[in-house]
Nanobody, 116 residues
Framework: QVQLVESGGGLVQAGGSLRLSCVAS????????MGWYRQAPGKQRELVAY???????NYADSVKGRFTISRDNVKNTVYLQMNSLKPEDTAVYYC??????????WGQGTQVTVSS
């Protein structure tokens, strides 16, 4: 089992920045990827960024050049640095861990609201 706890969300004006954190605990055996999803009201959950155990990263087109995912293996923490935020980035952001090919573990989510 893996437990994920997100923090760092909040209200920010357009153009501002936030850094989300996800602290992981438990057994990481077979966890191969850590990622961030988001879900806006009335929309499907979408994958924002992920970091594989091989050091590969990937981003949704909508956040490329503005968001950066990173991890601190000593602290068992994954970060999402979000710059140049837009109102359309408003959503609940979830940290997730992938076991095999399935995003198996999820945090409780943290709200990000970007005002125009």
């Amino acid at each position: 089992q893996v437990q994920l706890v997100e923090s760092g969300g909040g209200l920010v004006q357009a153009g501002g920045s936030l850094r989300l954190s996800c602290v992981a605990s438990g057994s990481f055996f077979n966890i191969n990827t850590m990622g961030w999803y988001r879900q806006a009201p009335g929309k499907q959950r979408e994958l924002v960024a992920y970091w594989t155990n091989y050091g590969n990263t990937n981003y949704a087109d909508s956040v490329k050049g503005r968001f950066t995912i990173s991890r601190d293996n000593v602290k068992n923490t994954v970060y999402l640095q979000m710059n140049s935020l837009k109102p359309e980035d408003t959503a609940v952001y979830y940290c997730s861990a992938r076991l095999g090919s399935t995003w198996t573990y999820w945090g409780q989510g943290t709200q990000v609201t970007v005002s125009s």
